[in-house]
């Protein structure tokens, strides 16, 4: 008798999560002195059909906080921003951020991670002082 062969892992993540690429974007936290205040989750998905290219989601109730990165985002997001924002050093940061597991596309990738930062990060954070 012979034994059956193992079975392979397959992945039900769809094929186009291969492109798909996240950042939190932060601000500066009073509290701490250092921009680690996370005021939104931007993805992007650089498969050249891709619908859509570009999602954002902000966290909630941190609309003056987030002003800065509005004014970066309203000039557009290309790669070669993005690279120019991980090299920058101030009071606004990008982190990448690792694909949440069961994403079903781009939109629910952003909104899966905007929960992480919601449940776990952002009640960690000492509360803004001085803002």
């Given at each position: 008798?012979?034994?059956?062969?193992?079975?392979?892992?397959?992945?039900?993540?769809?094929?186009?999560?291969?492109?798909?690429?996240?950042?939190?974007?932060?601000?500066w936290h009073p509290?701490?002195?250092?921009?680690?205040d996370?005021?939104?989750?931007?993805?992007?998905?650089?498969?050249?059909d891709?619908e859509?290219a570009?999602?954002?989601?902000w966290?909630?109730?941190?609309y003056d906080?987030?002003?800065?990165?509005?004014?970066?985002?309203?000039?557009?997001?290309?790669p070669?921003?993005?690279?120019?924002w991980e090299?920058?050093?101030?009071a606004?940061?990008?982190?990448?951020?690792d694909?949440?597991?069961?994403?079903l596309?781009l939109r629910?990738a952003?909104?899966?991670?905007?929960?992480?930062?919601l449940?776990?990060?952002?009640?960690?954070?000492?509360p803004?002082?001085?803002a």
């Amino acid at each position: 008798m012979s034994t059956p062969p193992a079975p392979q892992p397959t992945s039900t993540a769809p094929e186009a999560e291969t492109t798909w690429k996240l950042w939190i974007l932060m601000v500066w936290h009073p509290a701490l002195g250092m921009p680690v205040d996370p005021v939104a989750v931007l993805a992007l998905d650089t498969a050249e059909d891709a619908e859509p290219a570009q999602h954002v989601v902000w966290v909630p109730l941190v609309y003056d906080e987030a002003n800065p990165w509005r004014e970066r985002l309203a000039e557009g997001v290309s790669p070669e921003r993005i690279a120019r924002w991980e090299a920058e050093s101030g009071a606004c940061q990008i982190a990448a951020a690792d694909l949440p597991e069961g994403a079903l596309d781009l939109r629910h990738a952003a909104d899966l991670l905007l929960d992480e930062l919601l449940g776990e990060v952002i009640p960690a954070l000492p509360p803004r002082t001085g803002a």
